[in-house]
Each structure stands twice: as structure tokens, then as C-alpha cells.
């Protein structure tokens, strides 16, 4: 089974996807992740992005399609792919489609994580203040400014893969504002 999930930044993704690793055995592919892990590294790659991340702004489709069809072609998810902040374009979404045909897969659900503005800036300024506190180095990217970028760029490129998906018949809505765990347990009935 392979999933997307949908939604803007701070919408849940990243703990519903936690979620479904440990409950399915599933493989979490976050592109935020692996790009945050390239800035550690102190790649090439990663130095490159490093202004684009924390500005706020996409970093070109190339990049995160290269980095996606690795993960791929490594293979070794056995309860199948969660894609968690990827894709983010139209020419991501078909490229996605294209890379897991060539596999021989497809995808299963697009699920759409909605919630509103409100409430994500509380839980992104939240989860900076959170990451302090327990004496972290809070994400870069998780103040008001980068936010409001964060927040356009899903408005202008990301949300048009909601209709692109539904168009597709693979989209399921869920209500992202409950509990994390009422949220985890509504994907659980999606996913059967
Ligand atoms: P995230 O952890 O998913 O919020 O991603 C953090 C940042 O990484 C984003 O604000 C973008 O700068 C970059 N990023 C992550 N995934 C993508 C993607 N699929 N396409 C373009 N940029 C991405």
C-alpha cells in the first residue's frame, strides 16, 4: 500500500506518518527530512538548498524527484511507501506516477489532511517554542516569516494536487484538527 498525505505545514503530517511506520511497518519517505539531513551533512546538495529551506520557498522539483526515485529504486519498504511532503508540484505528482509505474506499483490514497491557517501557525510557532524549551534547536524554517512563505507555497504549487488527486479518484479528506490520535484513527479506517 502506498500513501500520500496531504496538507500544509503543520497539518500533521510527519507525526501521522510516524504513526503508521510503527502500526504497519510502513516506510516513511519525507523529502524535508532528507534534505534537512543533507544540510547536516554539509553536502553539496545540501548547501545548496540551505537559503531556499529556510526562506521558506520550494526547492526546485529536480532535486526532490532525484532523492525520491533513490529511495525507490533502493526498495525495501515492506507495508509500502507513506510520502510525507512529497509531492508538493503537479510536475512532482506526475513524476511520482511515473517512477512507481516504472516499479510496477501504484498509489493507493492521496490523503488530504485539512486544517486551517489559524491553527497551524499556533502549532508551527508552538512546536518552535516546544523544541527550546527542551533545549532542541528549533527548525530554521519555523518562525513567522518562513511561515508565511511555507504557508503561500502550499496555497500557490501544493494545494492544486488536492483536485489533481481527486480528478484521479485516489483523494480521501480528513478532518487534521482532532486529536492526533481521533486523526490516526481515521486514516486507520481509510487504509482498512
Ligand atoms: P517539510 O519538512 O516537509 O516542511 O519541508 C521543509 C522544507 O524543505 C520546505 O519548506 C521546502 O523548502 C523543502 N522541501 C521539502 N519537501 C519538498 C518538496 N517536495 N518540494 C520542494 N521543496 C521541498
Do not use: C, W
Not at 123 to 134: E, K, V
Amino acid at each position: 500500500m502506498n500513501i500520500i498525505l496531504l496538507g500544509p505545514p503543520g497539518a500533521g503530517k510527519g507525526t501521522q506518518a510516524q504513526r503508521l511506520v510503527e502500526s504497519r511497518d510502513m516506510m516513511q519517505l519525507s523529502t524535508g527530512d532528507m534534505l534537512r539531513a543533507a544540510r547536516t551533512s554539509g553536502t553539496e546538495m545540501g548547501k545548496m538548498v540551505a537559503g531556499v529551506m529556510d526562506r521558506g520557498e520550494l526547492v526546485t522539483d529536480e532535486i526532490v524527484i532525484g532523492l525520491i526515485r533513490e529511495k525507490l529504486e533502493t526498495g525495501g519498504a515492506k507495508g509500502g511507501y507513506i510520502f510525507d511532503g512529497f509531492p508538493r508540484t503537479l510536475a512532482q505528482a506526475d513524476a511520482l506516477g511515473a517512477l512507481l509505474a516504472e516499479l510496477g506499483q501504484n498509489l493507493d490514497y492521496a490523503i488530504e489532511l485539512a486544517v486551517n491557517d489559524e491553527i497551524l501557525v499556533t502549532r508551527i510557532l508552538g512546536r518552535a517554542a516546544d523544541a527550546i524549551a527542551a533545549g532542541e534547536t528549533a527548525r530554521a524554517d519555523d518562525n513567522e516569516e518562513s511561515l508565511k512563505t511555507r504557508l503561500m507555497a502550499y496555497y500557490k504549487q501544493t494545494s492544486p494536487l488536492i483536485g489533481y488527486y481527486h480528478a484521479k479518484g485516489d483523494l480521501t479528506s480528513l478532518n487534521g484538527l482532532g486529536t492526533m490520535d481521533a486523526v490516526a484513527a481515521d486514516i486507520a479506517r481509510v487504509l482498512g
